[in-house]
């Protein structure tokens, strides 16, 4: 999220009186929330130490599966093949989560542990690069 949208976000915040904002955009999620109820006159100014404080969100108490390459996600096998895990579903250590095409070649992700897949964060023939957040577990 760019700098000028997060002041705009406060800038709303003071005009409509709002006591917290939630934004989720693709796999970015920001929070703000009110530690004093009030926001600064001058939101360009604000920061983690002023009136408007950035929580940490409750996705951030999860595990996240990083892409360890560039490509393409998959959930499943093929188009027509049943997505390799849902939301919500228990998985052991080694189990295939993903693909990740790369360069023709077809990756898999597995999990390093027995963990809950608590959320997809990608989605279906999307690219990825090195680093992106993928799954959250628990």
Known sequence: MKLTEIKSLLEIMQRENIQELEVKRGTTYF?????????????AVASAAGPVTPEVPREQKWEKILSPLSGV????????SAPFVEEGQEVS???????????????????EKSCRIKKI?????????IGTELFLVE
């Open 31 to 43: 929070y703000l929330k009110r530690a004093d109820g009030e926001i600064p006159a001058n939101p």
């Open 73 to 80: 996600f998959y959930r499943a096998a093929s188009p027509t």
């Open 93 to 111: 250590a080694g189990k295939t989560l993903a693909i990740i095409e790369a360069m023709k070649v077809m990756n898999e992700i597995k999990a």
């Open 121 to 129: 964060l990608v989605e279906n023939g999307q690219p990825v690069s």
